[in-house]
């Protein structure tokens, strides 16, 4: 097997940067939305999520380069913070390295970075780094990621959407549509009634079979959730997701045991490696989604599904386009997967992570055919410019 003898960490700069969903131009749902927040309690945040600074880290690219020139790449958020700590601590753990031995390298950057790391945005670069080393392997190899670990279980993955206009994602074909919660406990009792007759607007607009559900952004308390959750039961939702933040284990088993009907309890997009997510398992939680450029890496993210499977629960990432297609096909714990719809009024599909790529598998009729071509199957695109911010 050949050895890595590069690895950089590139970014760039502008209004739409791809891996950071939220790095959009000004008139994009995802930012000028109404979304309940842990900072909708203080006014001066609660219009829109950009306000309080979620655009701020922007994109990161990694590359590793084997000693034949074959270069495998991947993307996360974490932009000049990220690419510091790619190029001056965890380089010495990949650099040198048979391109097979990912479990060593995951291993080495996670346990030296134990110090400052764990969660948040040392696993971030971590897991952009770990995609990176599979897509150069599927290269070396000449095989898909897809085939490398198990092969698919079904041709076609069908998707839902995620955006403000489940009733538009229907009628292109998606199975399903997640709406973000537009109020938390911040809003009172009106903001309670405007989440609940937006459910029964989408429901009617819907009809009885689409499943639908609320994306709460770790906003909510326990009490209110609890409260919306009984407020949604005339309206068949399928599931309520994130309603705390991840570390409130407590929290997310009094969800699992006092709802009032069967609506399942989802979380974990902003939880981190098997250790976090085993915590959150044993809370009862319905559905994880480990987002497999900050859980982690792939490396991780098969760990923490197998946890997942074994417990009979579903495990669908959050976004993450092509890289959590390549691992939703081949999952038995995956029977569906996530599309952010990131056009500016989520009225049609296009590329999740736009402009990244040149050639981004994008859903056809709400469904996903994973690319036979090796590693994950993209390009970048050759407009982009990026920068090295540090020499190693």
């Not at 994009?28 to 001066?44: D, G, R």
């Not at 959750?229 to 045991?257: M, S």
């Not at 760990?303 to 890289?323: D, E, F, N, T």
């Not at 719809?341 to 598998?361: G, H, Q, Y």
Request: with cysteine; proline share 7%.
């Amino acid at each position: 097997m050949k050895k890595i003898v590069d690895l950089r960490a590139l970014v760039q700069s502008g209004a739409d940067q791809g891996a950071d969903y939220h790095a959009k131009p000004d008139g994009h749902w995802i930012n000028s939305t109404v979304i309940a927040t842990p900072l909708s309690k203080y006014p001066e945040y609660q219009g829109s999520r950009r306000s309080f600074g979620i655009d701020v880290l922007g994109t990161v690219l990694v590359e590793v380069e084997a000693e034949d020139g074959t270069v495998g790449f991947a993307v996360t958020t974490g932009g000049v913070p990220a690419a510091y700590l790619i190029e001056n601590h965890f380089r010495r753990f990949v650099v040198g390295q048979p391109a097979s031995n990912l479990e060593v390298m995951f291993d080495q950057m996670y346990h030296a970075s134990l110090f400052y790391g764990r969660k948040g945005l040392p696993i971030n670069a971590i897991s952009a780094v770990d995609c990176a080393v599979w897509d150069l392997l599927g290269k070396l190899r000449g095989e898909p990621v897809w085939s490398m670990i198990g092969g698919k279980m079904r041709e076609r993955q069908p998707m839902y959407a995620t955006g403000p206009r489940p009733d538009l994602a229907q009628k292109l074909g998606f199975i399903g549509g997640k709406m973000p919660l537009p109020y938390g406990p911040a809003h009172g009792a009106a903001g309670m009634r405007r989440n609940v007759e937006l459910a029964a607007q989408m429901r009617e607009a819907c009809g009885p079979d689409f499943f639908l559900a609320f994306d709460c952004w770790m906003a909510l308390s326990p009490s209110y959730a609890l409260q919306l959750i009984e407020a949604l039961k005339p309206y068949n939702f399928h599931w309520i997701e994130e309603c705390l933040t991840p570390d409130d284990y407590a929290g997310h088993r009094q969800l699992v045991e006092q709802r009032t009907h069967p609506i399942m309890i989802a979380s974990g997009e902003h939880e981190y490696t098997r250790w976090g997510f085993e915590n959150l398992l044993n809370t009862g939680v319905d559905l994880i989604q480990p987002d497999i450029h900050w859980c982690g890496g792939l490396t991780e993210l098969l760990k923490i599904k197998a946890m997942a499977s074994a417990k009979g629960r579903l495990c669908i990432p959050h976004g993450s386009s092509v890289y959590s297609y390549h691992f939703g096909i081949t999952s038995d714990a995956t029977p569906f997967s996530e599309f952010l719809m990131m056009a500016p009024n989520a009225d049609k599909v296009v590329p999740m992570f736009t402009p990244l790529f040149s050639n981004e598998t994008v859903p056809v009729d709400g469904h996903v055919c994973v690319s036979d071509a090796p590693g994950f199957g993209v390009d970048l695109s050759p407009d982009l410019r990026w920068s090295r911010p540090f020499q190693p």
